[in-house]
């Protein structure tokens, strides 16, 4: 599934907020439709949030009137601003921010900029397929034969430019020939388990059965479940890991009932400035994703919402963390600097 492309000069986002009904692309010609799209959740997943960063900054380069070097970096550096703000949890963006910042030729004028830029965001873009597919096949050594895997949000190819982080990990246990059952969490309040990661793994052929997020606790304990692995958002440097709300709780389920749990995500959303998970920030959405369902009103007018759309899964309760460049283990103060070098 193609989650982002580049052409004719706008990008193309497969709307998940559509899914599984309707498949309706977006034409995004202007930054401020991507900072929406991402606000929107249209696309997201932090490796496919990434490139999304890296499109729309190439997007506000274009938008910019002048060619001169200094006033277009001026106005450039405002729209890269507003694209880091956008959700401030997952890294990749602020990391594909960096990237693009790096891009820009030490001398010239707009034109070449642009033209770095654009460059830049087809790099980024295709890197992030290749390393998918690298971490699925450092994963996949740890997705035992005839197992049942428990997994939570939506970390497939709609999380990314192609093929997934979990779920990518899966499709390469899946081509090894392993025959896997999966089990898919709704994920509350926004369905991102039913209605995209159910619809990917349908689509691939998985033996797939959806439960809601309070049922996880009873399934692993009846033996249910072999393993759980998941994506994330955010990883510090001591292994403590931001992802999906829920994923605290899962991960607590998993140690009690001696379950490994598993964290698949690129080296771009480990950050080396972020020594724990406690300086994390955790993105609050708005009170209508828990007070509604897609304008359906399902709870009283006037009551209180909390909605943090991310939890932290401190690194004690990981059994591994999967990257592009091998398997990290405890102590992931050494073993996530070495995925670094």
């Known amino acids: 599934m193609n989650t982002i492309e580049w052409a004719n000069g706008k990008v193309l986002l497969l709307d998940q907020t559509r899914l599984p009904a309707e498949q309706v692309v977006l034409e995004i010609g202007d930054y401020r439709q991507m900072i929406e799209a991402i606000k929107m959740l249209r696309i997201r997943g932090a490796p496919a949030l990434g490139v999304a960063a890296a499109y729309g900054i190439v997007l506000g380069g274009q938008a910019i009137r002048t060619d001169d070097r200094g006033p277009f970096l001026e106005q450039l550096d405002t729209v890269v601003q507003e694209i880091v703000a956008s959700r401030p949890t997952a890294v990749n963006i602020a990391w594909a921010a960096d990237r693009m910042r790096r891009a820009i030729p030490q001398t010239g004028q707009a034109s070449e900029i642009r033209s770095a830029l654009s460059t830049e965001a087809a790099v980024i873009l295709a890197e992030d397929i290749t390393i998918n597919t690298a971490m699925g096949a450092h994963g996949a050594a740890l997705i035992p034969d005839q197992s049942t895997v428990l997994t939570h949000c939506n970390a497939g190819s709609l999380a990314t430019a192609g093929f997934g982080t979990a779920l990518g990990v899966l499709r390469a246990a899946k081509e090894q020939g392993k025959d896997l059952k999966v089990m898919a969490t709704e994920t509350r309040p926004l369905l991102q388990g039913a209605r995209l990661t159910a619809w990917e793994l349908v689509q691939d052929g998985f033996s797939t059965t959806l439960i809601t997020d309070s049922m996880v606790g009873h ?4 033996g249910r479940i072999d393993c759980v692995i998941v994506g994330a958002d955010r990883i510090a440097m001591n292994g403590d890991v931001a992802n999906k709300i829920g994923t605290y709780t899962i991960a607590v389920l998993a140690h009690e009932n001696n379950v490994p749990f598993y964290v698949a995500a690129p080296t771009s959303t480990i950050d080396p400035a972020m020594e724990t998970g406690d300086a994390i920030p955790i993105e609050e959405r708005a009170p ?12 009283p007018e006037g009551v209180g919402v909390a909605n943090p759309a991310f939890d932290v899964t401190p690194h004690r309760y990981i059994s591994a963390i999967v990257t592009e460049h091998g398997v990290a ?3 992931y103060t050494e073993s996530l600097r070495l995925m670094f070098q």
């Open 288 to 299: 209508e994703e828990v007070t509604q369902f897609r304008g359906i009103q399902t709870a």
């Open 329 to 331: 283990r405890s102590p």
């Open 219 to 222: 399934f692993l304990s009846l």
